[in-house]
């Protein structure tokens, strides 16, 4: 095994070097090894006083993620930080990069902490779907007091290091070389005649802290703000127990509570979407050092809803972009736009005066594609008609230099034909944001006929660099994600023809963890948009698969969601609270004496199964034909892109929970009953057969 953990003497300083790639996390090895260092230089009567610090990109970025959910070894975590905090000789975590859960808890059990510049800290344990468990939620708050602490374990959100130098979190900065600064560090202790100094040993608030109604107040925003999810409630009840109980017992009921959250189902999906979240960037076929095309400045034609956003990724990043439009009005439209969503954010609070004007500086507004020759890249968001599209391509061909990337946002256009409107093909890709752009995390890139290596590898490279999710697909109606929500937005009309009202499908199915109803989504991203969608679709649908038909009656009669006042629901006097739409109960009663059925009560779980399992269904056929590259893939898109509940690990790991073989069931006796949209997906049929799952893909 290679040795993941080396002392080196300088002195009477022992210095703890860690080698753990890729992250140093916390394995069993580098506990084993990390103890027997620790108590090496408690033992040795020359060590008076010892540095730790890491190699490679980051220190310790946590426990070892990949051990959750299968037998503990010892030593335990929780073991080794006491171990750290007890020893008698003054140490010093020198950290850089990351020091995150674990990795913060074994700094924070140190008994001093010195950090670089552009170091980060945090607890980020309850994006996990955990609450820190060695110490974090007892010690945070002894140093940072208990309002940032909650703040921090609450939220998961790292910290920068000078906010971490005023919280009391690290002791200073350092700026010269890691183990200069720890040994320099560890000398002045030692000249200075400074010992241990344990975290554990303070009180665990602030003096002027009101414990409890910072903790009563935190509990109540997390019981508004995330309702469903497990674990922040009892990060807050961990935090609640270091402002009431001594150190020991305090931990002990951390531990408990940890113990509650790994066992959790929610705990192994969020885990699922951790590790999906880096499978997506692995692409088959593509070997990792394939060489990237660097991306220093972009361009967006077109600056309506989907450009200006995709313009503010790039700004929001440090990346100039220019924003072509047809006219001046049209591009003034667009730039106020721009401002003005910067502005709301300065209003918030979430962003300072300065940063938002070096982001609108990085914003360029042009008129004369001419502009666009000298860029890396450009997105194409102009509007949905392969014929304007035809027109955009052909000039960027004309215009841009050889080696930009030339990319497509459409959200339901072949990508191949419009890579054929150039001479280039292979520098062709979908980039396919969601909206609003700059708030949603998806990215779809997608993957044409003749999109070459080196720029698919640039892309996914790009929607990391955006902070997006990005997730690669190939070619077809709706990419991914839009195909599967075809099938559930469907759903969703044919059982308000069966009886069910929008009320009661869009609870039913935010009770099951959805952002928002299927219905509510409709009305507000427009019921023209739905139908023109649906008309497109009309002549490719196989024989048996009729349409409902509510969705004409509302279209026909001008109603069109939120932007008409009426949709499947009525928004009064500009009101974006839903309310009954009157006239709706009689086209329903219209729409299902169409079908031939008479409408009748229908229960939630029944709603939530005919959505849900439709979007599984279409799903096992996307990963069949091949156009995702794996179930979890899938599931990102869904969590990033559609508000699929975060701890439920997204559709096919939900799948996966309830059991293949029941889903298969359901499915087999809905087409029974409901006939083509139904058929069961070859590949679900083989799993079920081959008593597998879709992890196991
Ligand atoms: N355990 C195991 N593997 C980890 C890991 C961890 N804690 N953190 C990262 N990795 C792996 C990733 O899976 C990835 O592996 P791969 O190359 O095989 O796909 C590799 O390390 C690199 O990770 P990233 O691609 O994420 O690298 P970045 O440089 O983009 O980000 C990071 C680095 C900020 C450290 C990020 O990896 C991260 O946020 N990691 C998780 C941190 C975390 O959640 N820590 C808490 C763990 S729970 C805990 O500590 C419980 C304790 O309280 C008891
Ligand atoms: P939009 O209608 O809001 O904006 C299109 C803009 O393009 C207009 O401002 C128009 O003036 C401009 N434009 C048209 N031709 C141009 C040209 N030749 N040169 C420069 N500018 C030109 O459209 P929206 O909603 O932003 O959609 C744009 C693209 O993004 C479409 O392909 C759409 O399918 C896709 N998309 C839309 C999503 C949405 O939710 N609106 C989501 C994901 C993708």
Known sequence: MPEVVRVERHGDVALIKVDNPPVNALGLALRAGLLAAFRATEADAAVRAVVLLCEGRTFMAGADIKEFGKPAQAPSLPELVEAIEAASKPSVAVIHGSALGGGLEVALACHYRIATTTAQVGLPEVKLGLLPGAGGTQRLPRLAGVAKALEMIVSGAPIGAAQAVEQGIVDELLDSDLADAGLAYARRLIAEGRGPRRTGERQAHLPDEDCAALIAAKHAEVQKRQPGLFSPLRCVAAVEAATRLPLAEGLKRERELFQECLASAQRAALIHSFFAEREAAKIAGLPADTPLREVRSAAVVGGGTMGVGIALCFANVGIPVKLLEIDGAALERALQRARAIYQASVERGSLSAEARDKRLGLLQGVLDDAALADVDLVIEAVFESLEVKRQVFARLDAVCKPGAILASNTSSLDLDQIAAFTQRPQDVVGLHFFSPANVMRLLEVVRGKATSAEVLASAMHLGKRLKKVAVAVGVCDGFVGNRMIFQYGRQAEFLLEEGASPAQVDKALRDFGMAMGPLAVRDLSGLDISH???????????????????????????????????????????????????????????AAALRGIRRQPLSDEHIVERCLFALINEAAQILDEGIAQRASDIDLIFLNGYGFPSWRGGPLFYADSLGLEHVLQRIREFHQRFGAWWQPAPLLERLVAEGRRFADL
């Open 532 to 590: 023109a969608i649906r008309e497109g679709q009309r002549p490719r649908l196989k024989p048996g698969q009729t349409l409902p038909t509510v969705l004409d009656q509302l279209f026909a009669a001008g109603m069109l969601g939120q932007k008409s006042g009426v949709g499947f629901y009525r928004y009064q006097d500009g009101a974006r609270a839903p309310q009954d739409n009157p006239a709706l109960p009689a086209m329903l009663e219209q």
